[in-house]
């Protein structure tokens, strides 16, 4: 996934994959870390900074088995580790730090040992007030081993589970707690717990092989373990998963959801299927409106790999104009973060992608890719086409100009540092090195979910769902 920026936090110019949870319970007994293996594999785009997988036997002693590691999960994990990773019930995660320092200690899932036994917890999304919840932890005397806002959370579901009957009417307490983004999976010692916000930020979904039930970001994971899709957590929701089945409750009012958009411009991938809307088709959508709204004249479509293919698609579908392949990728190149000077991150995009010069030479290029936050890597990706011999190169962006950052799990720097706050379209396109510039419309983003969601685009629209945080 390359994209028409250059760098995000310390170095990477795109959005963060924020994280990407898994759970498994096979109430017949049969050992589930292989599969939160394959799951976490698929839903690695989610977050490549580090993961682990918990494990529990709900047939044997109260006992959570845990290994997590900074690193993809190809490098945290191989056989002889899943092997001792014995249990039928489990919880996986891979993470990209939106909150909390990048450490191994902030890696999950988390595991607490408290009065009432253990509780594991993974979490994707963001709390807007985990500052305020924390303190008040604080002042009463807990000590925190992380940074991150999920230890909050799980703190605040062991103090509920003292009074509560059971663990998920724990979280259905701690629900009425915290706020902003969370998909959670929760593991007790006999029960697999799915909470989504009321809100609906973050994606969850249901499926089931033969006698397991799986819980997971995207239904790509799904299909990952052979497990067919049954549904998607609802807003709101709480989904409790015992040896005699699924039970659901919805203990806080409806609210106006709010799902990210940004989950369909470019975070999930393109064959999951998300509250309904085909993740692939959605992409398809935005660049047909991106022809209609921004058309020009040239000879081929292309699309910055691999986010932007899908959309590149869409523009030639539309426009009529060829679409073809201009890029060649290299997969086995670390991510551009990691690259300690500008320099080097430069030279990272030219490893990362090659321009086929016999597709470009003497052609006028569309470029479609998702976004831009910064732009420097976008200036790099032209000046690729331009020295294959492209004679123009007009670039098409398949989502509005970024000017707020994002509070709900994604990595969107603050306004200063966004390109779309300093400079005006026609001065992007300059500094980028393009014959034209255009971007989706703020007013067209429902027309890629067909208007069947209520989304959050504040990081497009600065118009929050709920209140930012304080600090």
Known sequence: MN??????????DKPHEECGVFGAYDPAGNDVAPAIYYGLFALQHRGQESCGIAVGDTLGPR????????????????EERLQKLGGNIGVGHVRYSTAGDSSPQNAQPLVLNYIKGTLCIAHNGNLVNAVELRRELELSGSIFQTSADT????????????????????????????????SLIV????KLI????????????????????????????LDAVGAEFVRDVAPGEIVTITETGIFSEFPREKATTAHCIFEYIYFARPDSIIDGIGVYESRVRAGRELA?????????????????????LGFSLESGIPYGKAFVKNNYVGRTFIKPTQLERESSVRIKLNALKKVVCGKRIVMIDDSIVRGTT??????????AGATEVHVRISSPPFKHPCYFGTDIPTGGQLIANRHNEQEICTLIGADSLGYLSVKSLSEIIQGRLSCCDACFSGKYPVARPKH
Not at 3 to 12: H, K, L, R, V
Not at 207 to 215: A, C, E, M, N, V
């Open 63 to 78: 006992r959570i088995l845990l290994h997590k590691d900074m690193g993809l999960v190809s490098e945290v994990f191989n």
């Open 194 to 221: 799915g909470v989504r916000d009321p809100m609906g930020f973050r994606p969850l979904c249901i499926g089931k092989r033969d006698s397991t039930y799986f819980l997971a970001s995207e239904s790509c994971a």
């Open 3 to 12: 994209n028409c920026f250059s760098s995000m936090g310390p170095a990477d």
């Open 292 to 312: 209609r709204q921004h058309p020009v004249e040239a000879d081929l479509v292309v699309g910055v790999p691999e986010s932007g293919n899908d959309a590149a």
């Open 151 to 182: 230890e909050v959370i799980a703190y605040h579901i062991a103090r509920e589970r003292l009074n509560a009957k059971s663990a998920e009417e724990a979280v259905a307490s701690a629900m009425q707690k915290i706020s902003g983004a969370y």
């Open 378 to 387: 976008c200036a790099q990706i032209v000046s690729l086409l331009r020295e």
């Open 187 to 190: 593991m007790s010692p006999r």
